[in-house]
Each structure stands twice: as C-alpha cells, then as structure tokens.
C-alpha cells in the first residue's frame, strides 16, 4: 500500500519497490518513529488541529503497534515502503479514519530526519556506556600495575622503562577523548526538526517548542531546509565511531604483539582465544586481529556517507537514505567491538616478570646515565655521546650498562662514581620520572586519582 497512490495510475514495478524501499533496514527505528509520532498528535491536539478524541485514539493505536511489534506479534512486511508508512498504514487499519490524521503538518523528510536523530542520540548513550565500562577496566588494571615495570617504546625499539599502569593510562586517555567527542556530538544535534514539513515549514500553527520538549531535544532548529537536508551529525558519529575504531585498532595491534611468542608479555584467556585447524599448538588472538580488522568497515562508512552527502542541492534528496544502513552498521560494529575487547582485556593474564626482564635489556637505562652525568656536571650533548660509546662497548660484550665495572664507567668519564648503578636501576629511572603524566609511581597515583573522579 502506497501513502502517495493518488498520482499515480500505473502499479509501481517491482524492481523499483525493491530498490526504493528501506523498510528492511529502517524497521529498526519503529520505537523512534512511534515515539516522535506520539509528540506530534500530542501537540496537534493541543494546538486544537486534531480533536483530543482522534489524538487519544491515534496514541492508543501507536501504542499497540510498539507492543506488538516487540512481541512479535506485527511483522514487518515487505509491501510498504519504510518504517513511516508501515506504522501509518497499520495505524489506519486499526484506528481507521482518525489515522489518517496522524499525518497532518508532517512529511516524511522531517520524521526520518527526527527518527534518525533520535536513533542516534539513544545509541550515543549506549556507546558512552560501553566506553566508560572499557576505562572501568583500564582504571582496575591500571590501580593494579603501579610497580609492573615494562619496556616503553618508540619506534617499536625499547626507550625507556615505564610501567603497565602507565602504558594502560595512554589508552584510558584516548578513549576519554571518544567520550568526550560523544558527549559533543550530543549536544550539538540535540535540536528537533519536527515541524519542519517537507522543506518549508507547514501552514499549521504547530508549536515546535511543544514537540521539542516532549522529545528532551534542547531547541527547535532554525531553519526548515536545512533541518531536513541535514546529516552533520551522522558524519560526526561515524567520525567519532572511526577515532574509537583506531583506538582499539592500536591496542588491539598491541596485544596481538604482546601475545606473540617473540614477546610474550600477556596470555589471552582461552575463552577469548581460538585455535587453528591443522596446527594444533595454536592459540590465536583472533578477537583481537578481528577488532584491529573491523576499523575498515567503520572508516568506509565515514567515507561512505561524506561522498554521498557531497554536491547534494537542498533540500531532501532521497541519496540520504544510504545514511542508514551505514550508520547501523558502524554502530553495530564498534558496539560489538568495544563489549568483546573490555571482556578480552578483563581475562587477559600479564606475564609481569617477562615484562620487567624485557625492561631490564636494550639499554632503556641510557638516558638516566646520561642524565645522571649531566647531574655530576657534564653538558648533555658530552654526556649522550660518553653513554653511546658505553652502549657500543655492552654490545660488543653482549651485557648491559648495569654489568659494566666501575673502572669502565669511569674510563668513559671521571665523573661516574659507585652510585651511577643505582641511578640507573629500573626501578630508579621509573621513579624519578615524576612530571605530572609521567611514569612514577608518585604522578601516577594523582592521575589515578582524577581518572577516578573522572568515572564518578
Ligand atoms: N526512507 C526515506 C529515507 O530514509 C524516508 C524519507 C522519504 N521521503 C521522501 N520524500 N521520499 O530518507
């Protein structure tokens, strides 16, 4: 059944229902739909264009279809054309003529602008969650790993030593960040185009501010055009979507190299593990490979959406309707993504001896010997050259700064005395480190204590 048959005197074709429509993917905001539909007889009725009589019945009818869509008893069926017209046409059915006034001072242009607004804004809310429960669980790691010493790096060559709890902080940091970029994509869209009809307003006296607060939006937008031509925030989120995805991307790299056997500074529980069938020594982190993998999908979306929106003439173009199936889908996706690495990471087991061991070698003590002959009065630029030529000696004896006689140290400087072994001892070079932000144990446990807060 069409809303529009009255033009028309031929039947639609079918290839074209098949391609037109988007109720396959659109019946997902039905709870949306209904709820913005319940906002706008509400204020019809108050502004006296529908009787309190057809209002009342019209929510009643909504109401049903909500239920029984939910238990399965209304199914979506392939006859109608997107989630609008399935809910009139089926509020008609069941109400009758009072139905058909459900529609008055609406298009379809400002309900799918409001419903995906709506959808959009419930799913930020789902998504802050799922952020927050990943810091959870970083915070408790972090809380847990002061003293666990491991390597830091730079261009995945060791640098210097830093901790677990430090390294575990740089990603509580980054996904901070998606919050907070979540939290201003919400604030920015939470306006309501309702009201604004096809594209310029309605000859009806609708009260926006009415529907606008019945919806919890903030204000009314300003201009009908735009409020229908208008997928800013759908960029946003599949913006903010794709910096979450390369976050956990990183990380998910991170453990992968963590897990491999040249490293073998966490082990993956089993439950979040997989084997291979034909080499059976294997556990793979394929979780991991498959949350690092799924960035893909989300970034194409973003690209998807910003080259579908290019050139488009205002105002409703239906090319706006492939803002859906790809902003389901990177929801979906990063949603997914986020659930199974916060349970990935809250089962994971790290080797904290196999991680201090690897702190101890590659010299990630060097710059604290330099920086110890700076203290003892050398100018850095000597200083970084003298420990350079004590590195090139350890290698050639295969050991480390640590395992070098005093009289080395001192035939590379006088000014090395006996204490240079415990200025250079991980422990120490950790320690020392206390700039806010950095590793010490003493920055950390302020940090720790904003990032409590930060939770509350
Ligand atoms: N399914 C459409 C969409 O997703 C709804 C709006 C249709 N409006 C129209 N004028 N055909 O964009």
């Known amino acids: 059944m069409k809303l529009w048959g009255g033009r028309f005197t031929k039947e639609e074709n079918q290839l074209v229902h098949n391609f037109n429509e988007s109720l396959s993917f659109d019946h997902r905001f039905y709870r949306q739909d209904i709820e913005g539909s319940i906002a706008h007889v509400t204020m019809l009725a108050r502004q006296g264009i529908v009787t309190l009589e057809d209002k009342d019945a019209i929510i009643a009818g909504l109401r049903g279809i909500l239920a029984d ?95 677990l709890a430090h390294h575990m902080g740089a990603y509580f940091e980054m996904f901070s960040r998606d919050r907070g970029r979540l939290k201003d994509i919400r604030k920015r869209m939470n306006t309501c185009p309702l009201g604004s009809g096809a594209l310029a307003g309605t000859t009806y006296p609708l009260d926006r501010d009415c529907t606008t607060g019945l919806l919890g939006f903030d204000t009314p937008t300003l201009n009908s055009m735009d409020s229908v031509a208008d997928r800013d925030y759908v960029i946003e989120l599949l913006s903010a979507l794709s910096t979450i995805a390369m976050h956990l991307s990183r990380f998910s790299e991170e453990i992968i190299l963590w897990n491999s056997n040249e490293y073998q500074f966490v082990e993956l529980d089993d439950s979040y593990s997989t084997g291979s069938s034909i080499m059976p020594q294997k556990k793979n982190p394929d979780i991991a490979e498959l949350v690092r993998g799924k960035t893909g999908r989300v970034y194409g979306a973003l690209v998807a959406i910003l080259t579908t929106m290019k050139g488009l003439p205002l105002a409703y173009n239906k090319d706006m309707q492939e803002d859906k199936e790809l902003t389901f889908d990177a929801i979906d996706t990063v949603k997914g993504c986020l659930a199974l690495f916060t349970g990935m990471l809250s089962t994971i087991t790290f080797k904290k001896d196999v991680m201090e061991t690897s702190a101890k070698k590659g010299f990630t003590n060097a710059t604290d010997a330099a920086d110890y002959l700076v203290g003892h009065g050398v100018p850095f630029r000597d200083a970084h050259g003298i420990v350079g030529q004590l590195v090139l000696l350890c290698l050639d004896k295969g050991i480390g700064l640590d395992e070098l006689s005093l009289e080395e140290f001192r035939q590379a400087s006088p000014a090395f005395e006996k204490d240079i072994y415990d200025a250079i001892s991980m422990e120490t070079c950790v320690k020392r480190r206390i700039t806010l932000g950095a590793p010490g144990q003493e920055a950390m446990r302020q940090v720790i204590l904003a990032y409590e807060k930060l939770l509350d």
């Open 69 to 163: 869509v939910e238990s399965g008893k209304l199914e979506f069926t392939a006859e109608h054309e997107d989630i609008h017209s399935f809910v009139e046409a089926n509020l008609i059915q069941r109400i009758g003529e009072a139905g058909k006034r459900l529609h008055t001072g609406r298009s379809r242009n400002d309900q799918v602008a409001l419903d995906m607004k709506l959808y959009c804004r419930d799913e930020i809310d789902e998504l802050d969650k799922l952020v927050k429960g990943l810091l959870g669980e970083l915070l408790k790691i972090m809380k847990e790993n002061l003293d666990t010493y491991m390597p830091g790096f730079t261009h995945l060559q060791k640098a210097q030593p830093i901790t």
